[in-house]
């Protein structure tokens, strides 16, 4: 059975948890319409998040690419528009590294839109009763980065139609509870859910071009 | 049995549904440590819902009141610190009223502090996992207005140790769908659930005193 | 001649300038309409500076009250409404304490709704071109202490019609530069612009009264 | 000799008046390092505007085009980083149009990042004692058009080298006044003076390449 790689991220930064993680892992393993999810968790540090998110692309030959992250902060669950090619940190990431102006991809293109079916999953989520939305940054943090090399690795593999972009999550409780300011938050099974909802949208939107 | 008043709000503004009305719905007549829940649905309308309250805590004679309502835009349940003597509407009641610089009660003191017991409700609901926080300011709407009311008519009554205040409740689901912008929200469950825990840490404050 | 009393505070947390110290610095000593400013500067601990204006209010016995601070974070200039019978900080004052959950005054009222001429003050500011609103909190550090006691002891000397109130200032630049985030400031210049304005109707009321 | 292109907009929506508008106005003629400004008034509406934008580009071959715009409700002045291959408007145009998921450029790269000196613009802005930021997203407005569009042209006239971006500017006095909610704001001077210092350090890095 063809697969759907979902992925999130290890805890980073001061948050104890990381809500994608919990996602991916309760979902490892499911099906998503015609699609079997594999769930992978990435470390927070670009150019190994990045090499195992090759690695995943080369032996998983996944038809379908959802990657998952935290955004403190935002009130709701969003699907990022473009990745760019800039790394600049404004927090260090897990090995104590704060990239500054430096690209993601050397020579790559300066940015790659989402290949996900974003209206589709916003129709899906609030048929669902999630609110969501649009984002028009995904920032420059290691999330970013992730997605502009799926999507890089993907044409680099001719395998550019493989629907692929990036979901940030709101803080869970677990996230919430340790910001020193009040941050929206989400309980974690409803984020899992939005993630859910998402991954079976992406995977109709292959079927429905098979 | 020694009855808490519990009271939501009808939907009001451009808001399709009322988080508040649906919490106190869901726990009419549940068991909140010795305390039974009376539940009431108040109107969005400062005179009417004020004559209700009086009619209220006259008939009922509660051991607490806990009074809620929405406030779309918070990212967090929070509990109000003060009521002031002001009411002053940015949007209409439903009434189509618009109140300016009118004081709740004419002669009043000119505002009372809530007399919930507001770190230990904190605590319940940081120990339920459930982010909270007080709030310095239960605006000059007719939340602040009802609050301001019963704190007021307590003391007529001779009673100002029962305990009473304000929770302000953000967003469910329903009312984000809704907006223009994209607002924080909880699930209603997780709303109804941090009204329920607030209800049962008041009520053992009471049973605390006895 | 009768004065107007103009109140700034010292620096405080990671703030390197105070623009309320700079704006009254600025208009000492300057005409108000009918009165004569007489700035003070106030100490960021709520002990001393209570015990200042104490001393203030009784040499000077000003026409017209007018306390300023900093309010980092807020976007526009604004006239608070109401002081609060509450000391809670979320950062320590320039003594180092954290007071919480503290009354400003033992046994005084609960809070004290401002006596200066709010809506003529923000007529007044549309009117120079500058954007202003009421705030409903002046949250509940020693901006808002300060508040509380000018209007407390204006009460105790038997002086309640003394129009006295707090205008909170957004970050100057200077301020700003020193936040980690990007938070809203305004030129120096526009600030004490502001101060000034509300500073001459705020005299003028006075005179109206004569 | 050589010219720096400025360009501001049109007013929009709701907005009485465009500081970016002020700004450019006041700036036109004026000496940047080496350069002269020649500044152009854009109309809101992306196609119009983009061929002025062509036109222009074509008959001044500017050294350097410095775009500016209005973005109400940021804290402070922005330098965007990229403009991307989208327009999705959440407010109409001023020809009444909302285009919705439409390329900027039919068969055009996804995004073009900024070429201006970015890091230049913002040391020379804190030395000048205003605080600015960078920005990730310039919208999918008509000034991400309109960004997107000078630098596609740029490269299409085998210019690349001229560094070229986008600088948003939050609210005037003009225009927070006229907004229903509090949004920061900046004097028309503070404002103008932004662009100015943003304008001669970039023709300072356009004299430093010759």
Redesign the interface.
């Known amino acids: 059975m063809n697969t759907l790689l979902l992925t999130g991220f290890e805890p980073f930064h001061t948050h104890p948890v990381n809500p994608s993680a919990e996602a991916t892992r309760t979902l490892d393993g499911t099906q998503a319409g015609n699609l079997r999810v594999v769930s992978a968790l990435l470390p927070v540090e670009p150019h190994a998040a990045c090499a195992r998110l090759t690695e995943l692309l080369g032996t998983q030959r996944p038809a379908a690419v959802l990657l998952t992250g935290l955004a403190s902060g935002r ?2 669950v969003t699907l990022e ?2 990745a ?3 790394m ?1 940190f404004r927090i260090p990431d897990n090995a104590g590294q704060q990239h500054r ?1 430096a690209p993601v991809q050397a020579g790559g ?5 989402s290949t996900l079916p ?2 589709a999953v916003l129709a899906a989520w ?1 048929g669902a ?3 969501g ?2 984002s ?2 995904a ?2 943090f290691v999330c970013n980065a992730v997605m502009y090399h799926a999507l890089h690795t993907l044409r680099a593999l001719g395998r550019p139609d493989v629907p692929c972009g990036f979901l940030h999550l ?1 803080a869970s ?2 996230v ?2 340790a ?1 020193a300011k ?6 974690q099974p ?1 984020l899992t859910r939005a993630v859910e909802v998402a991954a079976r949208t992406v995977a109709a939107s292959v079927s429905g071009e098979a």
């Open positions: 009130p709701q528009r473009v760019v090619n800039v600049d102006d293109p300066d940015a790659y839109l974003l209206r609030h009763g999630i609110p939305q649009l028009d940054t920032g420059t709101p409780a677990g919430a509870l910001e009040a941050v929206p938050y989400l309980p409803e």
